[in-house]
Every structure is written in structure tokens, then in C-alpha cells.
């Protein structure tokens, strides 16, 4: 059984259509990154995934519980970081895990869960008082309580700093360990890359990618970046008129070629060679993820830079578990 499956998920707003058939299924002990531009649908899909949200069509089943059904269910056995979660202002951190672990029936120390998130020294001051980054840590700290078999982080680095985004790291890859699920929504493609087995890119609310990174690179033809050095830099059109160049740009004494496969990146070292120039150094790196996502939001015909409004932010108190969800759930 999947510890979650996502079954032609669709949510309309109005005209709008934040998800749009979505499908995909996540495996027990899988860290799966779910990635997009703004506005893709990554948060209405996890708002849905709690329950906060009701599909238009489409259900999704966490543990094998239906999620807009047992929507109290899910959240009880799900550890989730939302994004715009809300912390109380006059309770302290460690109240604040305690809080967590009395809603989830978990008996975890507040100090071993606040170590683990780097918050050990603030454990007794007024999450009122705490940087984004610390109340990040917070929240991150509050979804690790009980030990779920499923963690669902939104945005998770938002806000931390890179000893966070390190810990961050280590704590994914523990939970990975143990056979926790993680599925995470992120726009740090370095944390995805790093972290994550298979990652799925929506845009604007469809699938348009699902697979590791090594076979998303496979997919989008081993795209690779060719950095040569050359003195004097080399003319640029032969290069351009190579099969599988897709793209040459001039990088100060560099000259860069984006590649679709490993032969183009041949060709093209051995064009500049042939070139009256001399050459320096040679540098190859595989895509990156980066790459990767541009050329999948490229592929799936999307045409301009999304810019969409961001929906209201969790009303003021309404608590560690609230997220920018319309409270739609039961
Ligand atoms: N409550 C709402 N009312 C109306 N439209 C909404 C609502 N929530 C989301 N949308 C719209 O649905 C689309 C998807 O939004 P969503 O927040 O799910 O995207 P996202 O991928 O999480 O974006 P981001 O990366 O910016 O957080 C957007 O066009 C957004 O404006």
C-alpha cells in the first residue's frame, strides 16, 4: 500500500484551476519532493493532502485514510510544517512541543525535540519573541513530535539560515532512515536534490515530471553545461550550429554551452579546439536540478513567469496546525 495516493486531485477556485488532475502515489519510506513555479498548486495539493481543503474532484488516500473523510484522522497521524502556520505569541517554545505531543497522545521531551532542531537554549523564551528562522524551527520541531510514519513539510527551509537548512538536511535524511515517509514541497532544488528519491514538478496544477533526478536527466537528454576557458574566445556561431547545443553564452573569459547530451559536449570541446584559440581549461557538469525544472516548466508550454497572489495567510491565532487553508475540512 502507498502511503499517499493522489487520484485526478482537481480544485477550482472560481475560473481558476489551482489543481488540475493530479495524480501521483508516494511509498512508504519514500522522500519525495514536490516541486513547481508559484502558483504550480503545491500548496492547494497539500492543503487537500490535510484535509483543509476539499477537492472540486479526486480523492486522496494518506495511510489508507481518505483525506477529505478522515481529514482529523490524517492530521493526527501526519507531522506537518505548514506554510503560514501561525505560533501562539505567550507560549514558549517548549509549551509549544508539549502542546504537540498532547494532541498527538505522543509522551516526547520537549528538550530532546528542541535539541534536535537547534532550539535547546530557547527552549523556555515566548515563540513571540523568535526570528522567522527560529520559529521555523519551531514548527519543524513541532511536526517531528509522536514520530509519524508520515511527514508533510511545505516550504521547510523558508526562513533558515544554512546551519537550519543543514539540520534540516540531517533530519530528513534520519527520518528517511527510520522509514519515515517525507513528502515536501520546496523551492530549495539543492534540498530536493539532496534529500529526495523521486521528485514530481507541477505547473500550473498538472504533473508535467515524475521521476528521480538521474532519470529526469535521462529524460531531458543527459542536459549538461560545458564551461571552456579560451584565450581568445572563440566565434560563437559555429558552436551554436551544432546538434544538441542548445544554448552558448560567454561567461567572462568562459565560453559556457548548455548540451542535450554527452556527444554535443564533445562536439563542442572539439570545436573549440578547432577554433584559432587557445584553451585553458574545461570544465563539464551534469544538469541540475534547476536545469532540470526549467526544462520541464519549459516543456509543459508555460510562457511566462507566474505572478500569481498568493492566497490569505492563516487568520492571526488560529494555532500551530492552521495553514493558508480555506478550513474546508471536517
Ligand atoms: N483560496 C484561494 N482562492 C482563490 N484562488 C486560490 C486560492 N488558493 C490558491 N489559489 C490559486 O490557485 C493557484 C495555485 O495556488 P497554490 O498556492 O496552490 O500554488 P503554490 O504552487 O503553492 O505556489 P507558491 O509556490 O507561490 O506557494 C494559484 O493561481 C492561486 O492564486
Same mark, same amino acid.
Given at each position: 500500500?502507498?502511503?499517499?495516493?493522489?487520484?485526478?486531485?482537481?480544485?477550482?477556485?472560481?475560473?481558476?484551476?489551482?489543481?488540475?488532475?493530479?495524480?501521483?502515489? /508516494?511509498?512508504?519510506?519514500? &522522500?519525495?519532493? =514536490?516541486?513547481? !513555479?508559484?502558483?504550480?498548486?503545491?500548496? #492547494?495539493? +497539500?492543503? %487537500? @493532502?490535510?484535509?483543509?481543503?476539499?477537492?472540486?474532484?479526486?480523492?486522496?488516500?494518506?495511510?489508507?485514510?481518505?483525506?477529505?473523510?478522515?481529514?482529523?484522522?490524517?492530521?493526527?497521524?501526519?507531522?506537518?510544517?505548514?506554510?503560514?502556520?501561525?505560533?501562539?505569541?505567550?507560549?514558549?517554545?517548549?509549551?509549544?512541543?508539549?502542546?504537540?505531543?498532547?494532541?498527538?497522545?505522543?509522551?516526547?521531551?520537549?528538550?530532546?525535540?528542541?535539541?534536535?532542531?537547534?532550539?535547546?537554549?530557547?527552549?523556555?523564551?515566548?515563540?513571540?519573541?523568535?526570528?522567522?528562522?527560529?520559529?521555523?524551527?519551531?514548527?519543524?520541531?513541532?511536526?517531528? /513530535?509522536?514520530?509519524?510514519? &508520515?511527514?508533510? =513539510?511545505?516550504? !521547510?527551509?523558508?526562513?533558515?539560515?544554512? #546551519?537550519? +537548512?543543514? %539540520? @534540516?538536511?540531517?533530519?530528513?535524511?534520519?527520518?528517511?532512515?527510520?522509514?519515515?515517509?517525507?513528502?515536501?514541497?520546496?523551492?530549495?532544488?539543492?534540498?530536493?536534490?539532496?534529500?529526495?528519491?523521486?521528485?514530481?514538478?507541477?505547473?500550473?496544477?498538472?504533473?508535467?515530471?515524475?521521476?528521480?533526478?538521474?532519470?529526469?536527466?535521462?529524460?531531458?537528454?543527459?542536459?549538461?553545461?560545458?564551461?571552456?576557458?579560451?584565450?581568445?574566445?572563440?566565434?560563437?556561431?559555429?558552436?551554436?550550429?551544432?546538434?544538441?547545443?542548445?544554448?552558448?553564452?560567454?561567461?567572462?573569459?568562459?565560453?559556457?554551452?548548455?548540451?542535450?547530451?554527452?556527444?554535443?559536449?564533445?562536439?563542442?570541446?572539439?570545436?573549440?579546439?578547432?577554433?584559432?584559440?587557445?584553451?585553458?581549461?574545461?570544465?563539464?557538469?551534469?544538469?541540475?536540478?534547476?536545469?532540470?525544472?526549467?526544462?520541464?516548466?519549459?516543456?509543459?508550454?508555460?510562457?511566462?513567469?507566474?505572478?500569481?497572489?498568493?492566497?490569505?495567510?492563516?487568520?492571526?491565532?488560529?494555532?500551530?496546525?492552521?495553514?493558508?487553508?480555506?478550513?474546508?475540512?471536517?
Amino acid at each position: 500500500m502507498s502511503a499517499i495516493t493522489i487520484d485526478s486531485l482537481r480544485k477550482e477556485y472560481g475560473d481558476t484551476f489551482a489543481v488540475d488532475g493530479l495524480s501521483l502515489s /508516494v511509498a512508504p519510506g519514500e &522522500v519525495f519532493g =514536490f516541486l513547481g !513555479p508559484n502558483g504550480a498548486g503545491k500548496s #492547494t495539493t +497539500i492543503d %487537500a @493532502l490535510l484535509g483543509y481543503v476539499r477537492p472540486t474532484a479526486g480523492t486522496i488516500t494518506v495511510l489508507g485514510r481518505d483525506a477529505a473523510t478522515e481529514s482529523r484522522a490524517v492530521r493526527e497521524a501526519v507531522g506537518v510544517l505548514p506554510d503560514g502556520y501561525a505560533l501562539y505569541d505567550r507560549l514558549t517554545a517548549r509549551e509549544h512541543v508539549a502542546m504537540a505531543a498532547s494532541f498527538r497522545g505522543g509522551d516526547d521531551d520537549p528538550e530532546a525535540v528542541l535539541s534536535r532542531v537547534g532550539l535547546a537554549d530557547a527552549a523556555d523564551r515566548r515563540a513571540g519573541g523568535f526570528s522567522k528562522g527560529m520559529a521555523q524551527r519551531l514548527a519543524l520541531g513541532m511536526a517531528l /513530535v509522536g514520530d509519524p510514519d &508520515v511527514l508533510v =513539510f511545505d516550504e !521547510p527551509s523558508s526562513g533558515l539560515d544554512p #546551519t537550519g +537548512i543543514a %539540520a @534540516l538536511r540531517r533530519i530528513v535524511a534520519a527520518e528517511a532512515d527510520r522509514g519515515t515517509t517525507v513528502f515536501f514541497s520546496s523551492h530549495d532544488l539543492a534540498q530536493v536534490e539532496a534529500t529526495c528519491d523521486r521528485v514530481a514538478i507541477v505547473d500550473d496544477g498538472r504533473l508535467v515530471a515524475l521521476d528521480t533526478v538521474a532519470g529526469l536527466r535521462e529524460r531531458y537528454g543527459a542536459l549538461a553545461t560545458l564551461s571552456v576557458a579560451a584565450d581568445p574566445l572563440p566565434d560563437l556561431a559555429p558552436l551554436r550550429a551544432l546538434e544538441g547545443v542548445a544554448s552558448v553564452a560567454v561567461d567572462g573569459d568562459r565560453v559556457v554551452c548548455r548540451c542535450t547530451s554527452a556527444d554535443a559536449k564533445v562536439r563542442a570541446l572539439r570545436a573549440v579546439f578547432d577554433g584559432d584559440c587557445r584553451v585553458r581549461d574545461a570544465d563539464a557538469e551534469p544538469a541540475s536540478l534547476e536545469d532540470l525544472f526549467a526544462a520541464s516548466v519549459g516543456e509543459s508550454g508555460r510562457t511566462d513567469e507566474a505572478d500569481d497572489p498568493a492566497p490569505a495567510a492563516a487568520p492571526a491565532g488560529a494555532g500551530p496546525y492552521a495553514t493558508t487553508a480555506t478550513g474546508e475540512g471536517e
